[in-house]
């Protein structure tokens, strides 16, 4: 009996990866979708029996791209689940790279749902035995889960990454309150006296509209402005703006999550950026840094 890893339609380069460095077997998965929209996936296995009292792993991530949105990720992600259940699995690990909803994590307005842990709640119900993901948007949200929940730092191997571009004089900039402590962490492994610079970020809740303010020395400096999600780039793109106000000379932006909804990447070169740096939590031409290492040391 041994390790069983599933990879699921969205992380199918990142499985791979972490399946190399596990030294495992890869089981992949055959989707469709039916004529009224309904999502259909199995395991492409021609024998259950296979999966009976082995430890499987599940790898995939549910962030909308052009294949698939985010809903339909969910549904393929609990189709698995519930394939392996019903075959009889000794133990189920289930990683979520991006776990989409959770920025849904807070009450703004009257009648909203605090989706983010209903998701939680739902993966929970599954009988699952561990849950990891990447960076989430609010960590508190695990501690929806009644089993061990892991959220996964990709800050060391996304510094490591900064360090080689051999930038000038760097500062880290959080672009917002939520980014500080990730963006604090993110200086720290990169260097011991790169300073953090924070911004603060208004989101108009109706209409999601964002409105930043700084006012911090940063000529000579080359900024590097650190996220967990880029999606319209809209957060990105005003800091970049007023990085470069403020004197920033080359601007990285950095997101752990590049969704890079629509004409995202456009706006944050647009604004002024030299680069974008994602990683393959979401598979796109910015999937610099690999999360395989990082995922597979925990799965060993
Ligand atoms: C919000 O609190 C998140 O941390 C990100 O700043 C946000 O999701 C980025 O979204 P967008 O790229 O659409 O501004």
């Known amino acids: 009996m041994g390790k069983i890893l599933i990879v699921g339609p969205s992380s199918q380069l990142l499985g791979v990866r972490i ?6 077997d890869v089981i992949t ?43 339909a990720r969910i549904m393929e992600l609990l189709m698995m689940i519930s394939s392996v259940k019903r075959m009889n699995a000794k133990s189920i690990a289930v990683v979520v790279p991006y776990l989409a909803y959770a920025r849904q994590d807070k009450i703004f307005r009257p009648g909203e749902s605090k989706f983010a842990n209903v998701i939680v709640r739902i993966l929970d119900s ?24 892991k959220n996964l730092d990709p800050m060391p191997l996304l510094a490591s990454y900064i360090k080689s571009m051999g930038l000038k004089d760097p500062v880290v900039i959080a672009p917002d309150k939520g980014a500080v402590a990730r963006s604090e962490r993110f200086a720290e492994h990169i260097g011991n006296e790169i300073k953090v610079h924070y911004f603060s970020k208004e989101r108009d809740v109706r209409t999601g509209e964002v409105e930043m303010f700084a006012d911090v020395d940063l000529a000579g400096k080359d900024a590097v402005i650190a996220d967990d999600i880029i999606a319209t780039g809209g957060t990105m793109a005003n800091a970049i703006k007023i990085a470069k106000k403020c004197g920033a000379n080359k601007i990285i932006a950095v997101g752990t999550h590049a969704l890079l909804l629509e004409n995202a990447s456009y706006r944050i070169l647009n604004a002024g950026a030299d680069e974008i740096i994602g990683t393959d939590s979401i598979e796109s031409p910015v999937s610099k840094v690999s999360l395989a290492e990082l995922i597979a040391k925990e799965l060993k």
């Open 19 to 24: 399946a190399k460095l596990l030294n495992i």
């Open 29 to 71: 998965t055959e989707t469709k979708k039916f004529p009224d929209g309904e999502n259909y996936l199995r395991l492409n296995i021609d024998d259950e029996s296979i999966i009976e009292g082995n430890d499987v792993i599940i790898i995939h991530t549910t962030g909308a791209s052009v294949k698939e949105n985010q809903n």
């Open 126 to 149: 599954f009988g699952i035995d561990k849950f990891y993901t990447v960076d989430v948007h609010a960590p508190e949200t695990l501690n929806e889960f009644s089993i061990p929940a």
